[in-house]
């Protein structure tokens, strides 16, 4: 879906799902996320794992103001009355250990069931618990993160080879880490394991974050939804007033470009693909 040139409006939701900020990383778009946040409130929002990164902190030191500015950001929304639910992730897996604690307004929880307005159950959970990598293989997974900083490194020497010709944005990890895991079945093995969890817990659905892979589909009857990222992807789901929920990309310069809206959910995952901005 091509974006449309349109005035920045506030609008505001019944639900916001964002995962996978990564404050701490060079990689991560505060300055896209704090506009982002600017002009969209909700009376909930679920932050889905991996909003800081605390692997990368480890390594080196990295908090820009921006990076600040972004925790300052869902501190002011929780004051003025919304509810939000922090599920943390593996990258910030230091907060588990405070389960039901409240920080500045901000509940910590392990997982969750958010009911839709329409009445429908969805599980809410970062995601890492079912990937096998990250739970069996730690090593792996640190080497792996590893190799996503050099690509995102890869990115931004090649991205400005592009613009200097004239050619617009392409994401060599994005599409690196769809090769690689699309070989393994990574993607649908993982959707599968998190919809199986989602019809185990009672639930019509299941949100989630972790592979940086934003999707509405359906998956053996069940909803699986997963909010990307604000690394590349930099989109968000949204639930409407009715229950039905959207998927937001921010193009940084125009207003979040609808991607779906699932109601009835369709069948054919490949629609669903959300559009890159240029």
Not at 83 to 96: A, K, M, S, T, W
Request: a neutral charge.
């Amino acid at each position: 879906m091509t974006p449309t040139s349109q005035p920045r409006t506030h609008r505001h939701f019944r639900t916001l799902f964002i995962s996978d900020v990564h404050l701490g990383s060079k990689a991560a778009q505060a300055e896209q996320l704090l506009a982002f946040l600017a002009v969209h409130d909700a009376e909930k929002i679920y932050l889905v794992g991996d909003i800081v990164d605390g692997w990368r902190l480890k390594r080196a030191w990295h908090w820009p103001q921006s990076h600040n500015d972004v925790v300052q950001a869902f501190l002011r929304k929780a004051r003025k009355g919304t509810q939000i639910v922090y599920i943390p992730g593996n990258h910030d897996e230091f907060l588990r250990g405070f389960p039901g604690q409240h920080f500045g307004g901000i509940e910590v929880r392990l997982t969750d069931v958010h009911e839709t307005a329409d009445g429908r159950k969805l599980l809410v959970m970062h995601g890492d618990e079912f990937d096998v990598v990250v739970r069996n293989a730690r090593l792996i997974a640190y080497l792996g993160d590893w190799a996503y900083d050099a690509a995102i490194a890869i990115n931004l020497v090649f991205n400005r080879f592009r613009r200097r010709f004239g050619f617009g944005y392409w994401s060599f990890s994005s599409w690196a880490k769809l090769k690689v895991k699309n070989a393994v079945s990574f993607i649908g093995a993982f959707e599968t394991l998190l919809a199986a969890e989602a019809d185990r817990m009672g639930c019509e659905g299941v949100v989630c974050g972790h592979i940086h892979h934003p999707q509405i589909a359906e998956r053996s009857g069940i909803l699986y939804v997963n909010s990307g990222d604000w690394v590349e992807s930099c989109s968000a789901i949204a639930e409407r007033n009715d229950g039905t929920l959207e998927l937001l990309t921010w193009t940084g310069t125009q207003m979040p470009v609808p991607q779906i809206v699932e109601k009835p959910v369709l069948e054919d995952a490949r629609a669903l693909e959300p559009a890159r901005a240029a």
